[in-house]
């Protein structure tokens, strides 16, 4: 930035992300804690305490920030209603709805329950308590995770099938573009782990 090596990293938990920031040159380091989600709001900062540290041309880094969110936030919704308005509403599930009921396992996660709830079906995540969602159907083998926990990224999960009519796999996948990458859902593989005729 502005000819100095940059070396930083994010994190971040439900409520709050940070940033630390090195310029080894300068012998400066920035740590940015914030109460909030968004990451406009500490990388405003940092570009602000940047530029007065290295005595560079003000930008309003706030404006710049704000711009570059309302862009993505637009594309993503546009993004988002083409998904809606080419969706097959009117297909029904392959399967009646209880058969997607079961346990599920992956690999890397481990155990992930799909279950029936007053008529429909509920996924949780086994190890993440938060992670607890309704399945609304989307089309086809597809349904929509809706997770009660807000904070929670929204996902696809979509069935395959077997030749005889079971569940092959689920996979996931972000339902918004702007997901955070750590809402990694890409990466599961979900396969029946104890079917739920056999409880």
């Known amino acids: ?41 500490f990388d405003s900062i940092l570009f602000h305490v940047l530029d007065y540290y290295l005595q560079v041309p003000q930008t309003d880094w706030i404006a710049a920030f704000k711009s570059l969110s309302d862009t993505e936030e637009k594309d993503a919704a546009e993004t988002m209603k083409k998904a809606e308005s080419s969706r097959s509403a009117n297909s029904k599930p392959s399967l009646p709805i209880e058969k997607y009921a079961g346990v599920y396992a992956d690999a890397w996660y481990g155990p992930i329950t799909i279950r029936m709830e007053n008529g429909g079906l509920v996924i949780s995540f086994d190890h993440t308590p938060g992670m607890l969602g309704d399945l609304q159907h989307w089309q086809y083998d597809t349904f929509k995770a809706h997770w009660r926990n807000r904070t929670i990224e929204d996902a696809f999960v979509t069935f395959s099938l077997n030749a005889d009519g079971s569940i092959e796999s689920a996979k996931m996948a972000a339902v918004s573009p702007l997901a955070d990458f750590s809402f990694d859902y890409q990466d599961l593989l979900l396969k029946p782990a104890i079917r739920s005729e056999e409880h």
């Not at 930083?8 to 914030?34: A, C, D, K, Q």
Request: charged share 15%; net charge positive.
């Open 1 to 41: 930035y502005h000819g100095r090596k940059l070396v930083g990293h994010t994190g971040g938990v439900g409520g709050f992300v940070s940033r630390v920031m090195l310029v080894p040159e300068e012998n400066l380091g920035v740590v940015i804690l914030t109460n909030a989600e968004k990451g406009g709001a």
